[in-house]
């Protein structure tokens, strides 16, 4: 027990060591168990220093080591490993042109090659400006969703996949693992962090994943009062921008009525960096891990503040076949180009519309997702039997996914290295011959 004197007059904190007798206009604190914050550091500080801890109070307003959202994001892109293709074609041009420009001594084919370097940055400044846009873009949303609670922004991606068993043993090197896959849905607002963890034997890594975790969120994560989400997410095909993803937007706004508008925004390819990057960022690759318990252990005690990410144990019946639900719904193939789309948007005023543009700033252009005899919200046809009533899709696999047969013998010599559990663990699998 810590024995802390307040000097009535002063108020002034003093420590004394055990046994030195109390001393008159002194109230004796004693303090068993933190009681406040302040408390605490008071105490902390008291320990260390023998003083009481400086007052901060109106020396940080202007904050002058604050990064701005540029610089962060400039630092954040290093995370990715992939740089963009477009810059390095540009800076590759650039020095060959450059190359050029010092050996030349003809006035005239100076002036030509001068020309196309003019040219060529002039080409990437404006590449630049266009992932610029979209970091813009993102840091509007949030703002704007702060003001009110029927919005909401979320960044959606795919992390980077880890492996089981996850040891320090040489043999790993040489051995095929097992594939954890996590979908990192980050709330743009509140900094709230959903991870969707499965490994490889549960489900794959494509749009019906992305579309059943999506639906899961909406659903079960998003409050009650939200009726527009906008949604920024990598221009992967195989995952977020592909004819089941409108499909199932579509259905979120028109079918499930859950919400009356929905946006999603696609990054320029290479300045794609997503809030999950740096969620990545803090979970410890390295980390012993042998089962999928053990990663999802590490995944949710990799941040504290603002909040703890949120892991979601991905089991087989959450993964739904979208693709195979929402196909006799809508137009046989996509109406438009999926490839240069930087944004979608469906609304509630449209139901048989899907809004698109190739930029940020320009006009939207619309297609029809549905035929001109059918609509999408029947509340008399069979699949909804009453209004407001929606069902869901057939489970996506019904049984555990099998790996390769190497893959398979890989997993079981490592197991030699792990405890019961992962034996065990890794024992239930199946392999295709
Ligand atoms: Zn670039």
Redesign the pocket.
């Known amino acids: 027990m810590t024995k802390i004197y307040i000097c009535v007059v002063s108020s002034q904190f003093m420590r004394y060591n055990e046994g030195v007798q109390e001393k008159p206009k002194m109230r004796q604190i004693y303090i068993q168990q933190p009681m406040h914050t302040g408390l605490e550091t008071l105490k902390k500080s008291l320990q260390e220093t023998g003083n009481a801890p400086l007052d901060m109070r109106g020396k940080h307003n202007n904050r002058p080591r604050k990064l701005t959202e540029d610089v962060k994001n400039k630092a954040m892109e290093h995370i990715r490993s992939h740089t963009?293709g477009?810059?390095d074609e540009f800076k590759a041009k650039l020095k060959g042109l450059e190359v050029d420009l010092k050996s030349v001594s003809n006035s005239e084919e100076k002036v030509v090659i001068e020309k196309k370097i003019k040219d060529l940055e002039t080409e990437n400044k404006v590449?630049?400006i266009k992932?610029e846009t979209f970091y813009r873009k993102k840091r509007e949303s949030r703002i704007h969703c702060q003001s009110s609670l029927k919005r909401e922004a979320i960044a959606m991606d795919y992390q980077k996949n880890l492996s089981m068993p996850n040891i320090t043993t040489n043999d790993t090197y040489y051995k095929r693992q097992l594939t954890f896959n996590t979908l990192n849905i980050h709330v743009l607002d509140s900094s709230d962090s959903f991870f969707y963890c499965y490994d490889e034997t549960i489900a794959k890594k494509g749009a019906e994943e992305v579309c059943s975790f999506l639906h899961h969120y909406i659903f079960t994560k998003l409050n009650a009062n939200v009726r527009e989400l906008v949604i920024f997410c990598d221009s992967c095909g195989g995952q977020n921008k592909n004819y089941c993803m409108f499909r199932f937007i579509n259905y979120v706004v028109h079918t499930a009525e859950r919400l009356d508008v929905i946006k999603m925004v696609y990054p320029i390819r290479?300045?794609s960096y997503l809030e999950c990057d740096k969620n990545m960022a803090l979970i410890n690759q390295k980390a012993p891990c042998e089962t999928t318990d053990d990663w999802r252990k590490v995944v949710s005690e990799s941040r504290l503040k603002p909040t703890p990410f949120r892991v979601i144990d991905v089991d087989r019946p959450l993964v739904r076949s979208w693709t195979k639900f929402l196909a006799p719904k809508y137009k046989k193939t996509c109406p438009f180009l999926s490839r240069p789309i930087r944004e979608i948007r469906v609304e509630i005023t449209h139901p048989r519309l899907i809004f698109y543009r190739d930029s940020y700033i320009g006009h939207w252009t619309s297609s029809a997702m549905l035929d001109a005899k059918r609509r999408v919200n029947t509340s008399s046809g069979e699949d909804f039997p009453n209004s407001g009533e929606f069902t869901l899709p057939d489970q996506a696999y019904k049984d555990i996914l099998p790996i390769s047969k190497a893959k398979f013998l890989d997993i079981q010599s490592l197991s030699k290295y792990c405890g019961l559990t992962a034996k065990q663990f890794f024992s239930n699998f199946k392999y295709n011959n």
Do not use: D, V
């Open positions: 963009c477009n810059c590449h630049k992932a290479g300045h």
